[in-house]
């Protein structure tokens, strides 16, 4: 059981599509994150929120955008993605955005660009 | 920029050998963590080390910290088919930021 939970656990979509991730923790923790998971970069930070202020932002392109409307859930908006960024999507939290907490990751969301 | 390297990349283990993987940090590290992760499944958090030259046991795993803060290792003594995953390596990256190694995967043949 994960106190992260993610919607859906599977997506395909097209290059032109528009969908949403969602992700909601029930840790009470004041950080969410984003990571990025494929075969080339194991583990890839893309965002970072904390107390819903997003602090990082690690060069990730505008085609993925990320919502945070309260220190519980999280989004990730997709659109006009290209196959290359077919990987698993992380939502994960922490107690503090400080670098070096643990990090409570959720399922995945497993995306298909097609 | 900061590195966190993992070695090896892959070890494929018989049921009952031991099993080591290496972290090595391009800085010195306030902390590192070890996470594993099932085929399949999602990250999860195994141990946070803290102190210079700390070793931590779970069961049949042991975890060392190096005396420089810069390296770590994780040890499996007689592995078993349930150890098999991926094995990650972390620490903090200055700001928010936590950074992760490529990770180890752990085959265990039976």
């Known amino acids: 059981e994960t106190g992260v939970t993610q919607t859906p656990r599977h997506l395909v979509m097209g290059m032109t599509n528009k969908k949403s991730l969602k992700c909601e923790q029930h840790?009470?923790?004041?950080?969410m994150y984003w990571y990025k998971q494929s075969a080339k970069k194991p583990l890839e930070l893309m965002f970072v929120?904390?107390?819903?202020?997003?602090?990082e932002n690690n060069s990730v392109p505008s085609r993925f955008s990320p919502e945070c409307p309260n220190s519980s859930h999280l989004f990730l908006h997709l659109h006009t993605l290209q196959p290359e960024d077919s990987a698993l999507y992380l939502c994960?939290?922490?107690?503090?955005?400080?670098?070096?907490?643990?990090?409570?990751f959720g399922e995945g969301s497993w995306l298909t660009v097609v | 920029g900061q590195q966190v390297m993992q070695i090896p990349q892959y070890q494929h283990v018989q049921e009952g050998e031991d099993f080591t993987t290496y972290c090595n940090s391009s800085?010195?590290?306030?902390?590192i963590q070890w996470y594993k992760q099932r085929p399949g499944g999602h990250p999860v958090f195994l141990i946070q080390?803290?102190?210079?030259?700390e070793v931590k046991k779970q069961k049949r795993l042991t975890f060392q910290f190096g005396e420089a803060k810069k390296n770590s290792s994780l040890h499996i003594t007689a592995t078993q088919t349930t150890d098999v995953g991926t094995y990650f390596c972390a620490g903090p990256s200055g700001g928010f930021k936590t950074i992760f190694g490529a990770g180890t995967r752990l085959f265990v043949k039976a």
């Open positions: 994960a939290s922490s107690p503090s955005g400080s670098g070096g907490n643990t990090i409570y």
């Open positions: 840790l009470g923790h004041n950080a």
């Open positions: 080390l803290v102190k210079s030259g």
């Open positions: 929120y904390s107390l819903e202020e997003r602090v």
């Open positions: 800085t010195t590290l306030s902390n």
